[in-house]
């Protein structure tokens, strides 16, 4: 059943769940978009809406609505399940006229062929792309995986639904006229008078009473560690047990009130303010998990940890299907489609691969090392992000430096010194005095005269020793702590 208004159709995007074409469109050329959204997470194609969303419907004593399903019949196999809407309106001359709606199942059990069995297609964010061999086959052993989303929960009801969630998501699409009922059942989240497990992971007013893996665990750690029994580190620790979006809106209040802000000088002498992580990766991290975790995996739930060093988010079950550490940037396929899609349409979720490529473009413009992702055991999905405290840290150091210069207890040419060292393990005298412009028994004098200041660190056998070097004392100080404290 369509919940969307025809202007909805005109100004959505397009994305892995829904597509405009022209009414000028060959329906033969339909199929292969048809056969993608089956095989991926589903959709809608719009058809007799332009590109730039205006309508160029069918007059309405055509029948195009039965020639297409003939189309659909004799162009797959096997043939997928859909529906095709019309929806009727008038043109400002008193035409009338209507688009096509074709809603297109997930399908659960098969792959979705052309009739001859030759080609195959996937939905991936706005495109349809024929896949090779070896992703077929992929996608065959990984169907049927997908349908613990689709169970239903037997004792289950209207009553256990969350009113307010609802509500938050008819505004979302625009279908607060229709009831609640009408909107799960157009979105497969309740069957016959109850709801499926997707329907209570989004819309459940007590998750934990059917599905008490289902929850979210946030832990923080003092040092890069986690130690037990009387050396126990944690410093906070919440345990989150509701319908995700309340999850996401519950998690992200409170990794935002444990996350640092560093300070640093800009080229520029400056001071700019920046957060440990992008706000962007961590919070990707977090939906993606909740998203796209295997919830069938009853052992295991979503978990969070911080670490003075890093974030990690943990997700159970391994990557879904055609996904691999490998291609994960650039391929797309959500193990839960009914659940991506409802979290599409409240503007949490993303496109995986999209999310996944600005996870690392956001750290790096963080200067940050690239997110890490694996696969323990194949277990669950590890995704790791760096926050280089190291260098964060002798970043606040230079502001400390330079309050001190201005008291008169630095020089310029020390602040300089204690610059460079901010992103190095060391220095020499050479390189200081080519930095300079000074002479080497110049730099060689000032160096001295820092480390008896306790600013610096001389590390040599002897003062004729041609690989001496210097290094920061206190980042050598934070260096042991940070050990220390992982021990």
């Known amino acids: 059943m369509n919940i969307l208004s025809l202007k909805s159709y005109m100004e959505k995007s397009e994305d892995s769940f829904f597509d405009r074409k022209s009414s000028k469109v060959k329906f033969q050329d339909l199929v292969r978009h048809i056969i993608g959204f089956a095989n991926a997470a589903g959709g809608q194609l719009a058809i007799g809406i332009e590109d730039n969303g205006k309508l160029a419907g069918y007059n309405s004593d055509v029948d195009k609505k039965g020639e297409l399903i003939n189309v659909i019949f004799a162009s797959t196999s096997p043939t997928p399940r859909f529906e095709i809407e019309k929806i009727e309106y008038v043109e400002a001359d008193g035409t009338e006229k209507y688009i096509l709606i074709v809603d297109i199942q997930a399908s659960h059990d098969s792959v979705i062929f052309t009739i001859n069995k030759k080609d195959c297609y996937l939905r991936m964010g706005d495109s349809t792309i024929a896949i090779t061999y070896e992703q077929i086959m992929q996608l065959e052993f990984d169907k049927g995986a997908r349908m613990f989303e689709d169970q239903i929960v037997v004792a289950s009801s209207l009553k256990d639904v969350d009113e307010s969630l609802v509500l938050k998501y008819k505004q979302q699409i625009n279908a607060e006229s229709l009831s609640t009922e009408q909107v799960l059942e157009a979105r497969g989240f309740l069957i016959d008078g109850h709801l499926t497990n997707g329907g209570i992971l989004l819309f459940g007013n007590n998750t934990f009473k059917f599905l008490p893996n289902s929850r979210i665990r946030f832990i923080r750690y003092d040092g890069s560690k986690s130690n037990t029994g009387q050396r126990l580190n944690i410093i906070k620790e919440y345990d ?195 930095s300079l412009e000074k002479s080497t028994s110049y730099c060689s004098k000032l160096l001295k005269k820092m480390t008896d200041k306790g600013l610096l660190v001389w590390n040599g056998s002897a003062k004729s020793d041609p690989h001496q070097y210097y290094t920061l004392k206190e980042k050598d100080e934070q260096y042991n702590l940070l050990q220390n404290s992982s021990k």
């Open 240 to 434: 989150y047990e509701d319908a995700i979006p309340v999850l996401i809106e519950k998690i992200t209040k409170d990794i935002k009130s444990q996350l640092r802000d560093f300070t640093y000088l800009q080229d520029d002498g400056k001071f700019k303010n920046i957060p440990e992580y992008p706000e962007f990766a961590w919070f990707e991290g977090v939906v993606n998990a909740l998203t796209h975790r295997d919830y069938s995996h009853r052992g295991d739930h979503v978990r969070v940890i911080m670490y003075d060093d890093r974030l990690e988010v943990i997700s159970p079950g391994k990557l879904p299907n055609i996904v691999t550490l490998e291609n994960m940037k650039t391929t797309r396929y959500s193990r839960n489609p009914r659940i991506a899609r409802v979290l599409t349409e409240f503007g949490w979720v993303r496109e995986l691969n999209e999310g996944v490529k600005r996870i690392y473009e956001e750290m790096e413009s963080f200067d940050l090392g690239a997110p890490e992702y694996s696969e323990p055991d194949k277990q669950f999905l590890l995704l790791r992000l760096k926050n280089n405290i190291f260098v964060r840290r002798n970043r606040e150091q230079v502001l400390n430096y330079s309050k001190k210069a201005e008291a008169g207890e630095l020089s310029s040419l020390e602040i300089e010194i204690l610059s460079l060292l901010v992103n190095k393990d060391k220095i020499t005298t050479k390189e200081v005095a080519h």
